[in-house]
């Protein structure tokens, strides 16, 4: 599976845009780009995934770039209750068919009041 | 309850002993994942199933650690001779089916002590 470089940790004040970046150069073809966030003591929440296109949902956006070599997940208001730690993850189909998805470390993202 | 479920929640037990951990996940769902998490770490892959075989045990550590999903809906997980560094949140998931749009639904986890 592709790797994914991201910040360990990010601020951002209650109410303003969390706008969250991951790296994965070495992404192939056909693998998509899944976010996840754990809340603490919480097991993890699926966000959002996309393969080329740019996605919205009601949770957040995610925006990659044209050569999919990096993407963003952006927050448009975040709340005291997105405080998570985000995990970026690159994972695509192969032998049998999996969605087997291998986290990293991700971006802490502390929400001020 | 509509989510997947995992007992115990906690489970507290002492070096060399035999521990299993309980996987119900969202009716109809047909793949099953085991994780595993350490403090300060995201989770980590052990086993998948697709129904009631193991389609992807690689992530099991050693042999001490076993799953089975007999029936193809509740999952066991199964520890022999626990060690210390077991310790852990282990973390069941399901989902659709093996497919891209699929998302996996986390349970809360079963925390392990190993004394």
């Known amino acids: 599976d592709a790797k994914t470089t991201q910040p360990p940790s990010m601020d951002c004040a209650e109410g303003r845009a969390a706008n969250l970046p991951c790296n994965h150069s070495t992404i192939s073809g056909n693998e998509y780009v899944y976010w996840y966030r754990q809340i603490h003591s919480q097991g993890p929440q699926y966000i959002i995934h996309?393969?080329?296109n740019n996605e919205t949902n009601e949770m957040a956006s995610l925006i990659i770039t044209e050569d999919r070599k990096s993407s963003t997940l952006i927050l448009p208001h975040a709340t005291l209750r997105d405080t998570a730690v985000y995990y970026c993850i690159v994972s695509g189909k192969y032998g049998g068919a999996t969605n087997k998805l291998i986290f990293g470390t991700g971006t802490l993202l502390a929400v001020q009041p | 309850g509509a989510g997947v479920s995992q007992t115990p929640s906690n489970k507290v037990t002492e070096k060399g002993k035999y521990v299993e951990l309980r996987c119900d996940p969202i009716s109809g769902h047909t793949a099953l994942y085991w994780y595993r998490q350490s403090l300060g770490q995201g989770p980590e892959f052990l086993i998948y199933f697709q129904g009631t075989g193991a389609a992807d045990d690689s992530g099991l550590p050693n042999d001490r650690f076993f799953a089975v999903r007999p029936e193809g809906s509740v999952s066991t997980l199964k520890i022999q001779r626990t060690e210390r560094g077991d310790s852990a949140v282990y973390l069941c998931?399901?989902?659709?089916?093996?497919?891209?749009?699929?998302?996996?639904?986390f349970g809360e986890g079963s925390r392990l002590t190993v004394l």
């Open positions: 998931a399901s989902s659709v089916g093996t497919d891209h749009t699929g998302e996996l639904f």
């Open positions: 996309g393969l080329k």
